[in-house]
């Protein structure tokens, strides 16, 4: 299976997601960490841009990388895609389970520039 994130993927997302587990009582998902990281980023450019108008905003999110528990130097693009490493797991059967919430096995790596389509081809009017 792809996905985005694991909570056991390194010790960022561990360390991440044994706070979240601690409020939540359940491990993260991909969509929940993905929240968390866009909010991140989102109040991160507010902070740094001095405002919160939306095009002042947008265009420091986009000239600023991505980096926290989720993505490391991620990228946005004009038309709004981030371009985060996506992975590929694999479902661990039951027996190779060492404790709740360990089902996948890394197997592959996808650098977030090859994992998506190119901004060019998106079809997106904001591309110009």
């Known amino acids: 299976m792809s996905n985005s994130f694991y909570w056991d993927l390194n010790d960022g997302t ?9 409020k939540m009582g359940r491990k993260p998902s991909m969509n929940q960490a993905g929240v968390y990281s866009a909010v991140r980023h989102y109040l991160e450019a507010v902070k740094a841009a001095g405002t919160d108008d939306a095009d002042k905003v947008a265009a420091k999110m986009r000239a600023t990388p991505v980096n926290d528990m989720m993505m490391k130097d991620a990228t946005i693009g004009v038309n709004g895609r981030v371009f985060g490493d996506m992975y ?18 890394l197997l592959q790596t996808v650098p977030g520039a090859q994992a998506y389509i190119p901004v060019k081809d998106s079809g997106c009017p904001l591309v110009k």
Do not use: G, N
Request: aromatic share 18%; hydrophobic share 35%; charged share 35%.
């Open 14 to 22: 561990r360390a991440w997601s044994k706070r979240f587990e601690a």
């Open 88 to 105: 590929l797991f694999e479902v661990k059967k039951p027996d190779q389970s060492k404790a709740p919430w360990d089902y996948l096995t």
